[in-house]
């Protein structure tokens, strides 16, 4: 597993699951679903900086966590809606990675706000590690997909293990919203 881009063809990849609009119109893509953020921090960072109100908090009286695309080096603004109105932050950060799992861990260990796919940190919520912040905001979803190349021919292996993803998906309540209000402070 890795967060960067995988060239299917050059790398002799099978397929892969990919996250937002597929922009290469060569590839074959099945979407499998939607995936939603969530703006979160440790408790420790709560109790040390308090809880940002909006998400412009970000900018000035808070710390985030930066995630940064491997392929350009461009760091991923955090981005909100609420009640019809978007708002994009780049936010002032201490530390940015280029791999989920460290991002999530750096949330854990108090180094700033993140806005995270709810799969990488609801167990984080369920052990009262991580707290959801800026609930009455939220993010456009993300679509997901399986993207293979067409050269692949969707045999019988590649068939079974897409089919297979799908109904993990589908199924996996990981990608459903959290009840936010449950991890509140207070």
């Not at 440790?42 to 900018?59: C, M, N, R, T, V």
């Not at 955090?78 to 936010?91: D, I, N, Q």
């Not at 297979?164 to 509140?184: D, G, H, S």
Request: proline fraction near 6%; include cysteine.
């Amino acid at each position: 597993m890795t967060d960067r881009p995988v060239d299917l063809v050059a790398e002799n990849v099978d397929c892969v699951v990919r996250g937002g609009e597929i922009t290469d119109q060569s590839l074959i893509a099945r979407r499998i679903g939607e995936m939603s953020c969530l703006a979160c921090a440790a408790p420790s960072y709560i109790e040390k900086f308090g809880e940002p109100q909006h998400p412009s908090d970000l900018d000035r009286d808070h710390y985030v966590v930066g995630y940064f695309s491997a392929q350009s080096g461009r760091r991923w603004p955090f981005s909100f809606v609420s009640g019809g109105e978007t708002v994009e932050v780049a936010g002032r950060y201490i530390a940015a990675f280029n791999d989920g799992s460290s991002y999530v861990e750096a949330a854990v260990a108090g180094l700033g706000v993140i806005q995270a796919p709810i799969f990488m940190v609801r167990e984080h919520f369920d052990d009262g590690r991580l707290l959801p912040v800026l609930t009455n905001w939220t993010t456009d979803p993300m679509p997901l997909h399986v993207v293979y190349p067409p050269n692949r021919h969707l045999s019988a292996k590649l068939r079974i293990f897409v089919d297979w993803v799908a109904e993990i998906f589908a199924k996996n309540k990981l990608m459903r919203p959290i009840e936010q209000t449950a991890w509140r402070i207070g």
